[in-house]
């Protein structure tokens, strides 16, 4: 099968070696694993990270987000059969979408939403787990709650912040304030719903302020938490929650200590490294979100479409993602 890799870690993106087409067997499906024709991919962060970083003695496949067709499934499948449209973001510890081909656990999959082709559909599995997990189980909103209460999004133009803009204003009672610091940034995430968009590169208090607002009850830090974070304990209410999914490179929790915040970490690969026993929920929570999808409550956040997924643009599309100016997903389609 074709499929796209890398095979030394830490090359510079123009490095044309940083990414390569390349030939490589068709997977084997385990007893649980469907084995998916992928239609089209998306790009994280999460992708540049493990290509930077990440050592490798054998051809890396990255890529979690995708969405296909089931070709084949394990002999203790029970949710899909052969034929079916899913969209999924994969497992960290596997290899991923950029293939013609992958197997992935049933139990981390959901039916592609039918009113979305497959491009629109791989923007979202990623980043529609990161941002459930965060509202729900991390910050421990629920559906139909929050009345009274204010979350603050820093970065909210991203791809995890661009559905949990969504999910927060469409399916609780908050009032969400999102973080964007360019004109077109600030136009995607009023579009997507948030009642109140600040500049994450002013000051932010002040801001506030100005919007008659002294505290938020809850914030997500999406990006640069330890640029913001004296910010962030300013703003947030005694109380208050704090919940972020980036990688500061150090994080002092005693400044949390005199409002008596609460810290959480999102990060939705959690549940498929240590096969825990609730890995079905991400089924569930996908099988949600399409369902919100096909009702019109939620929208695909599908940015830029880069092309067929090939190593060229692959590269383009992971130096859009370092240079942080990516507003949305960016999605590859086709081999």
Not at 11 to 25: Q, R, S, T, Y
Not at 52 to 69: C, F, H, N, Y
Not at 220 to 240: F, K, M, N
Request: aromatic share 6%; hydrophobic share 40%.
């Amino acid at each position: 099968m074709k499929a796209i890799a890398y095979t030394q870690h830490g090359l510079p993106i123009e490095d044309p070696n940083a990414l390569v087409d390349l030939e490589l067997p068709t997977p084997e499906p385990g007893p649980r694993d469907l084995l998916v024709e992928v239609r089209a991919i998306s790009v994280n962060p999460v992708d540049t990270k493990v290509r930077r970083g990440s050592p490798t003695e054998t051809p890396r496949v990255l890529g979690w987000d995708a969405a296909g067709v089931v070709g084949a499934v394990g002999a203790d499948v029970s949710l899909f059969k052969v034929g079916d449209e899913v969209f999924y973001a994969g497992d960290l510890t596997r290899q991923g979408s950029y293939a013609q081909f992958q197997a992935v656990d049933e139990r981390i999959v959901g039916r592609k939403p039918a009113r979305l082709d497959f491009a629109q559909a791989a923007a979202l599995p990623l980043t529609s787990i990161t941002a459930w997990e965060l509202l729900f189980d991390r910050l421990g909103n629920r559906e139909g709650a929050g009345q009274g209460e204010r979350l603050l999004i820093v970065g909210a133009a991203g791809g995890v912040g661009s559905i949990l803009t969504q999910l927060a204003r469409r399916l609780t009672g908050l009032t969400v304030i999102g973080t964007a610091s360019r004109a077109e940034t600030r136009e995607w995430v009023q579009g997507l719903g948030a009642h109140q968009v600040i500049d994450h590169g002013q000051p932010l208090a002040p801001q506030l302020q100005k919007l008659g607002i002294d505290y938020v009850d809850q914030v997500a830090s999406l990006t640069h938490t330890d640029l913001h974070y004296p910010q962030l304990i300013e703003v947030l209410r005694p109380q208050g929650r704090l919940a972020l999914i980036d990688d500061p490179a150090q994080l002092d929790a005693m400044p949390l200590k005199r409002k008596s915040l609460s810290l959480h970490w999102e990060l939705m690969f959690t549940r498929s490294l240590f096969q825990t026993p609730d890995m079905i929920s991400q089924h569930e929570l996908l099988q949600r979100i399409s369902e919100l999808i096909e009702q019109g409550t939620l929208k695909t956040t599908l940015g830029e479409h880069y092309g067929t997924i090939e190593a060229a643009n692959l590269r383009r599309a992971h130096a859009l993602i370092e240079s942080g100016r990516s507003r949305g997903k960016v999605v590859l389609e086709g081999f």
